[in-house]
């Protein structure tokens, strides 16, 4: 039997959305109570938020080392001596460059579009910003569990009335080990999803309520690493943006790298997930880049930290989803509230999160959790700046689909034509099907590479190497939570058509083509323990078989740089 939690709103994920609705959510109400004993009229009861994040600790599945958007810190907090600690910044932004790289050199880019200026922002850890947000939340009174995974929305006569916690304690058949304990079902007015990119809860919401967007979503992976580095290499609030090498001209992306506090360098490679070759690898791209000759004089001597990546939202405005219904809320990189220009959507999920409050608040006072009511979240946003950043790039990213130099074009006539370009809206695929098959892309007799980079271990590193540096941990006796609905397909017309690009794709080592000794014939393995919990394989499947479900609770990356 099911133990049941009655509350008023249950918010699945603690990131910068989520714990921003929580704690701005009780900031209202009490505002709102207080001008009424002035003003009259009824106050509203301080509502029960609990907040559930399937990570052991707040932070430990946010990467660390992130440009913050400071317009929302001002929007925020106001009054930010009022605070009980300040913001964990690491550093003010001073100096804002981009290069484009060829293998062996870097050439300044002369124009930056004003909107793409970083000068004056600031640099965070995000795994401590998150911990900081948790802090003021929890002192507000929302009750945030960690280690908890959402795993099940509960619906009743079509609306969402709470979602339901993951089992723990299960093995690999699916049977209770004597550790085990039932999920909890946790029934609330309103739910709001801030899982963050493709969250698997929205995901099913948005398939099973048609919720998507005009344009299917696009998405990145990014692969980050974070250094020790040798004093002064490169000073805390310098930013240097790339493009080019190592990707190729078909392959939109880019590398970051941002300098943080006590001699630490975060560095990382987005890479578009729109790309033609099915042998396309994040992670080993990642290892090439850090062998250019820029980037390794600056890596001379340094020690790695950590190792982390995560899909980035890429669509933009044309692929934004109906984010409300009866009893339901999306917020954040759930929402694809992303900037891709500008590489930015922190300060677009933590004002989603206020907006969000606020039709809640309206909802608890009218005591009317229905549509319309909640629809009121989907006008606050198309009038707030979030709608007002979104909209002069609602093009950008769909423009790259055929090619860097193309997408460039489009860039510079999007700039002058307030984002409408050629159309007045781009039209996009899904990211998988834009993979060509081996046959397609490659010459006949093209070596397949092998499934992992080498790596020397001091510069450069394989998967398994990394994912240590991930500081990720699952319990291996539970069931695998990546379910393949057809897994025939992996060993016949997956190896033929596109040479298994789960072994490249996967910046963890997850997928593997091992050969089955009784047949004699290679067969997937899934080492699930490994996965970072980045999701690119529910999104480049090229068959659509594989779904990433929440793994028991706790598991997963612990990122945070404390």
């Given at each position: 039997?099911?133990?049941?939690?009655?509350?008023?709103?249950?918010?699945?994920?603690?990131?910068?959305?989520?714990?921003?609705?929580?704690?701005?959510?009780?900031?209202?109400?009490?505002?709102?109570?207080?001008?009424?004993?002035?003003?009259?009229?009824?106050?509203?009861?301080?509502?029960?938020?609990?907040?559930?994040?399937?990570?052991?600790?707040?932070?430990?599945?946010?990467?660390?080392?992130?440009?913050?958007?400071?317009?929302?810190?001002?929007?925020?907090?106001?009054?930010?001596?009022?605070?009980?600690?300040?913001?964990?910044?690491?550093?003010?932004?001073?100096?804002?460059?981009?290069?484009?790289?060829?293998?062996?050199?870097?050439?300044?880019?002369?124009?930056?579009?004003?909107?793409?200026?970083?000068?004056?922002?600031?640099?965070?850890?995000?795994?401590?910003?998150?911990?900081?947000?948790?802090?003021?939340?929890?002192?507000?009174?929302?009750?945030?569990?960690?280690?908890?995974?959402?795993?099940?929305?509960?619906?009743?006569?079509?609306?969402?009335?709470?979602?339901?916690?993951?089992?723990a304690g299960v093995d690999k058949q699916g049977q209770p080990k004597p550790s085990f304990q039932a999920g909890v079902d946790i029934k609330a007015k309103v739910v709001v999803l801030a899982e963050g990119t493709r969250g698997h809860l929205t995901k099913q919401l948005i398939e099973q309520q048609g919720l998507q967007g005009i344009n299917p979503m696009c998405y990145a992976t990014g692969v980050k690493e974070v250094w020790e580095l040798k004093d002064g290499r490169f000073p805390a609030g310098k930013v240097v943006h790339t493009m080019g090498w190592p990707l190729g001209?078909?392959?939109?992306?880019?590398?970051?790298?941002?300098?943080?506090?006590?001699?630490?360098?975060?560095?990382?490679?987005?890479?578009?997930?729109?790309?033609?070759?099915?042998?396309?690898?994040?992670?080993?791209?990642?290892?090439?880049?850090?062998?250019?000759?820029?980037?390794?004089?600056?890596?001379?001597?340094?020690?790695?930290?950590?190792?982390?990546?995560?899909?980035?939202?890429?669509?933009?405005?044309?692929?934004?989803?109906?984010?409300?219904?009866?009893?339901?809320?999306?917020?954040?990189?759930?929402?694809?509230?992303?900037?891709?220009?500008?590489?930015?959507?922190?300060?677009?999920?933590?004002?989603?999160?206020?907006?969000?409050?606020?039709?809640?608040?309206?909802?608890?006072?009218?005591?009317?959790?229905?549509?319309?009511?909640?629809?009121?979240?989907?006008?606050?946003?198309?009038?707030?700046?979030?709608?007002?950043?979104?909209?002069?790039?609602?093009?950008?990213?769909?423009?790259?689909?055929?090619?860097?130099?193309?997408?460039?074009?489009?860039?510079?006539?999007?700039?002058?034509?307030?984002?409408?370009?050629?159309?007045?809206?781009?039209?996009?695929?899904?990211?998988?099907?834009?993979?060509?098959?081996?046959?397609?892309?490659?010459?006949?007799?093209?070596?397949?590479?092998?499934?992992?980079?080498?790596?020397?271990?001091?510069?450069?590193?394989?998967?398994?190497?990394?994912?240590?540096?991930?500081?990720?941990?699952?319990?291996?006796?539970?069931?695998?939570?990546?379910?393949?609905?057809?897994?025939?397909?992996?060993?016949?017309?997956?190896?033929?058509?596109?040479?298994?690009?789960?072994?490249?794709?996967?910046?963890?080592?997850?997928?593997?083509?091992?050969?089955?000794?009784?047949?004699?014939?290679?067969?997937?393995?899934?080492?699930?323990?490994?996965?970072?919990?980045?999701?690119?394989?529910?999104?480049?499947?090229?068959?659509e078989i594989i779904h990433w479900t929440a793994p028991e609770g706790g598991g997963g990356p612990a990122y945070h740089i404390l």
């Open positions: 039997m099911r133990d049941t939690i009655e509350v008023d709103v249950a918010i699945v994920g603690a990131g910068p959305a989520g714990l921003t609705l929580a704690w701005y959510l009780k900031k209202l109400v009490q505002q709102h109570n207080q001008n009424i004993e002035k003003t009259g009229g009824s106050p509203v009861p301080d509502p029960q938020i609990i907040v559930l994040e399937k990570a052991a600790n707040l932070g430990a599945h946010s990467l660390s080392g992130a440009v913050l958007d400071t317009r929302i810190l001002t929007e925020l907090f106001p009054n930010p001596q009022d605070l009980p600690t300040p913001p964990p910044l690491e550093a003010q932004i001073t100096s804002d460059s981009i290069y484009y790289l060829t293998k062996k050199y870097k050439f300044p880019v002369l124009f930056v579009p004003p909107k793409m200026h970083n000068r004056g922002f600031q640099l965070i850890s995000l795994g401590k910003f998150v911990k900081w947000m948790g802090q003021l939340a929890e002192q507000a009174g929302v009750e945030i569990f960690a280690g908890f995974a959402g795993t099940e929305l509960l619906t009743e006569q079509g609306r969402i009335v709470g979602v339901r916690t993951g089992d001209s078909h392959q939109f992306g880019g590398s970051f790298l941002y300098g943080l506090s006590q001699n630490r360098l975060a560095l990382g490679l987005v890479v578009g997930l729109d790309y033609k070759d099915p042998f396309t690898d994040p992670h080993r791209l990642l290892q090439e880049f850090k062998q250019h000759p820029y980037v390794k004089q600056l890596l001379e001597g340094a020690k790695l930290e950590r190792y982390g990546a995560k899909t980035i939202p890429e669509g933009g405005y044309w692929s934004l989803p109906k984010s409300f219904g009866p009893g339901f809320l999306v917020i954040g990189d759930s929402a694809s509230l992303v900037n891709v220009m500008r590489l930015k959507g922190i300060h677009l999920a933590m004002k989603s999160g206020m907006l969000a409050a606020e039709t809640i608040l309206d909802a608890l006072q009218k005591n009317d959790v229905g549509e319309a009511t909640l629809s009121q979240y989907a006008s606050k946003l198309e009038n707030s700046w979030i709608r007002q950043e979104l909209w002069p790039v609602r093009n950008f990213r769909q423009g790259f689909h055929h090619g860097f130099w193309t997408g460039m074009f489009h860039t510079a006539l999007q700039i002058i034509t307030g984002g409408r370009g050629l159309w007045g809206r781009y039209p996009s695929q899904k990211d998988h099907q834009i993979m060509s098959k081996v046959a397609a892309f490659h010459k006949p007799g093209t070596p397949q590479p092998t499934m992992s980079y080498p790596g020397d271990k001091v510069l450069t590193f394989d998967k398994l190497t990394s994912v240590y540096f991930s500081g990720t941990t699952h319990e291996e006796n539970q069931p695998c939570h990546l379910k393949l609905s057809d897994t025939s397909l992996c060993s016949t017309r997956c190896t033929q058509e596109y040479g298994n690009p789960c072994q490249y794709f996967c910046p963890a080592q997850v997928y593997e083509m091992v050969e089955d000794a009784s047949t004699g014939q290679k067969k997937l393995q899934i080492n699930f323990t490994n996965c970072v919990h980045c999701k690119t394989c529910d999104i480049m499947d090229p068959y």
